[in-house]
Nanobody
Framework: HVQLVESEGGSVLAGGSLRLSCVVS????????MGWFRQAPRKEREGVAG???????NSADSVKGRFTISHDNAKNTLYLQMDNLKPEDTGMYYC????????????????????WGQGTQVTVS
């Protein structure tokens, strides 16, 4: 069965960087949609970035130019490189996968994702 396991997050000062990773296992079809989401205390879970494993990425305006989503097909691992972090980036970060993928643009629409990682905490002070 499909499993997503995220790396540990961390605590950084504003302006710092962190890289999250998410290993996907149990997938046979190499084409699917993946995404990163985050949830701050007392707020709704929001999409951060999306990636189609055969090509194509997009990200939320709030993180454009600071966060980069990428995928290593050989390792079945999704990454989120976060630079110039701000206190408002603090929250629990989740990776997610939409398998099978319906086709079309792979965005970060929460309802389209059916597999989720356990979440990892990112704190920016």
């Amino acid at each position: 069965h499909v499993q997503l396991v995220e790396s540990e997050g961390g605590s950084v000062l504003a302006g710092g960087s962190l890289r999250l990773s998410c290993v996907v296992s149990g997938v046979i079809d190499p084409s699917y949609c993946m995404g990163w989401f985050r949830q701050a205390p007392r707020k709704e879970r929001e999409g951060v970035a999306g990636l189609y494993t055969l090509g194509g990425t997009n990200s939320a305006d709030s993180v454009k130019g600071r966060f980069t989503i990428s995928h290593d097909n050989a390792k079945n691992t999704l990454y989120l490189q976060m630079d110039n972090l701000k206190p408002e980036d603090t929250g629990m970060y989740y990776c997610a996968a939409a398998i099978p993928w319906r086709g079309g643009v792979c965005a970060y629409i929460r309802t389209e994702f059916n597999y989720w990682g356990q979440g990892t905490q990112v704190t920016v002070s």
